[in-house]
């Protein structure tokens, strides 16, 4: 989805190196998600907020941190990279008040991160 | 969290009528029912969201009989583009607050491969 935008698109690092992904929505909702995707495991999610000044774990946060800089902007962290958070990232946005179905999230087009 | 079981894989013909169906035994009263494609490379994509009987709208139809202990996803003569990996899901998310987010999961998908 053009409204939900994710940067990089690719990154390649190395173990131990700090690394922030970025998102950002146009669409003006107060939900934002990260989530991770392995070969054979589906989506997992990360953290989720659902307002600037609220921030929650998901089922996969150790490793990991995040900050909401506004209603537009979700960044995950990865403090010290590690081989085995080498994955693809999704973003993800909702606001079941306006789309009026729950569960409906809008997602970016992911960043696809290789950690040596 | 309710469990989600659905087929790894399935193949299809060109122009023939493809139904994935989805278990979901611990289903909660106030959860719905939603599907979700995915395209290599990219984002889930919201297909279809139900609580009970049928739901169809121009992409698919969503069968969900009275216990709704399962759920079948009905895509209508397919086609090549329709090879994709297809996720149910099960809970509920509108007037939760963020403490008790977490009941909507995704599993590991139905790879659907349209055959030509």
């Known amino acids: 989805d053009a409204d939900v935008t994710q940067t990089p698109r690719n990154r390649i690092t190395k173990t131990g190196k700090r690394i922030m992904l970025e998102c950002s929505q146009t669409?003006?909702?107060?939900?934002m998600y990260w989530y991770r995707q392995d070969p054979g495991l589906g989506l997992r999610l990360i953290y989720y907020?659902?307002?600037?000044?609220?921030?929650n774990k998901g089922e996969i946060s150790d490793g990991y941190s995040v900050s909401r800089q506004a209603q537009a902007k979700f960044s995950l962290s990865l403090e010290s990279a590690i081989p085995n958070q080498t994955a693809l990232y999704f973003c993800?946005?909702?606001?079941?008040?306006?789309?009026?179905?729950?569960?409906?999230?809008?997602f970016g087009p992911g960043t696809r991160l290789t950690v040596l | 969290l309710a469990k989600t079981t659905q087929p790894i894989s399935m193949d299809s013909y060109e122009g023939q009528e493809v139904n994935i169906t989805c278990s979901h035994n611990n289903i909660a009263t106030n959860d719905y029912i939603t599907w979700y494609q995915q395209f290599p490379s990219q984002g889930p994509r919201f297909i279809i969201q139900?609580?009970?009987t049928k739901v169809t709208n121009e992409v698919a139809s969503l069968f969900i009989p009275a216990d709704r202990k399962s759920s079948t996803l009905s895509l209508p003569r397919v086609s090549l583009s329709d090879t994709a990996v297809y996720y149910c899901?099960?809970?509920?998310?509108?007037?939760?607050?963020?403490?008790?987010?977490?009941?909507?999961?995704f599993g590991t998908g139905t790879k659907l491969q349209v055959i030509p």
């Open positions: 993800a946005t909702s606001d079941p008040q306006t789309s009026g179905r729950d569960n409906e999230q809008f």
């Open positions: 899901l099960v809970g509920a998310t509108e007037n939760m607050n963020s403490g008790g987010y977490q009941k909507v999961t």
């Open positions: 907020s659902f307002d600037v000044k609220d921030i």
């Open positions: 669409k003006g909702h107060d939900r």
């Open positions: 139900g609580y009970k």
